[in-house]
């Protein structure tokens, strides 16, 4: 079994937040990437687009999205793609 994966939200300014995806200290922003995350997220209106903040590569999203529905929706990409 795999590593649990840590999603952390960051306030990106006030009107996004960046979201952060990492197992065990090592960013997974490109196993989302080659699952089209971003092609998902926007299927399922939650657009997104891969950005750098403060050193990190990760994803940001508009701040009108729930950060708990967000948080299962990227659970279950995470279970659907077995990531």
Same mark, same amino acid.
């Given at each position: 079994? @795999? &590593?649990? !994966?840590?999603?952390? $939200? &960051?306030?990106?300014? *006030?009107?996004?937040? $960046?979201?952060? +995806? @990492?197992?065990? =200290? =090592?960013?997974? $922003? ?8 971003? *092609? &998902?997220? /926007? ?6 687009? +891969? !950005? /750098?903040? @403060?050193? /990190?590569?990760?994803? +940001? $999203?508009? *701040?009108? !999205?729930?950060? &708990?529905?967000? @948080?299962? /929706? ?6 659907? *793609?077995?990531?």
């Amino acid at each position: 079994m @795999k &590593e649990r !994966i840590d999603i952390t $939200f &960051e306030e990106y300014d *006030n009107k996004h937040f $960046f979201v952060l +995806l @990492k197992r065990n =200290s =090592s960013n997974v $922003f490109m196993d989302f990437g080659l699952c089209g995350f971003e *092609n &998902e997220m /926007e299927y399922w209106d939650m657009p997104t687009k +891969l !950005i /750098e903040f @403060k050193g /990190e590569k990760g994803f +940001l $999203f508009s *701040n009108v !999205i729930g950060k &708990e529905a967000l @948080k299962e /929706e990227i659970q279950r990409f995470i279970i659907h *793609n077995d990531i």
